[in-house]
């Protein structure tokens, strides 16, 4: 059973950075891809990022690519997400989901954790 933990948003000011984390619960996390999510209030669900279980792959949407990047640290049992460069619309709820690949994208394993808010906006 993987559980995951989102951490790390807040409030910061359009052109400002935060890094987001995904703690898992058991060191088995290199089994799996790693997703990046975000939902704003009256929005779809976006996928935004993605890491291969390895590390040694990622992919981007066009709404955030070249601003943020994903990362991983298995030892640790994090995956991060540097965000940078943020913008308005990039308020929303983001999520984190093991996968069992990204490309092509496989079934999400477990359940959507709580997220973590981040708000930009001056």
């Known amino acids: 059973q993987l559980q995951l933990v989102e951490s790390g948003g807040g409030l910061v000011q359009p052109g400002g950075s935060l890094r987001l984390s995904c703690a898992a619960s058991?060191?088995?996390?290199?089994?799996?891809?790693i997703g990046w999510f975000r939902q704003a209030p009256g929005k779809e669900r976006e996928e935004i990022s993605c890491?291969?279980?390895?590390?040694?792959?990622?992919n981007y949407g066009d709404s955030v690519k070249g601003r943020f990047t994903i990362s991983r640290d298995n030892a640790k049992n994090t995956v991060y997400l540097q965000m940078n460069s943020l913008k308005p619309e990039d308020t929303a709820v983001y999520y984190c989901?093991?996968?069992?690949?990204?490309?092509?994208?496989?079934?999400?394993?477990?359940?959507w954790g709580q997220g973590t808010q981040v708000t930009v906006s001056s």
């Open positions: 890491i291969s279980s390895s590390g040694g792959s990622t």
């Open positions: 058991r060191r088995t996390l290199d089994t799996y891809a």
């Open positions: 989901a093991a996968t069992l690949s990204c490309v092509p994208r496989g079934p999400r394993v477990g359940s």
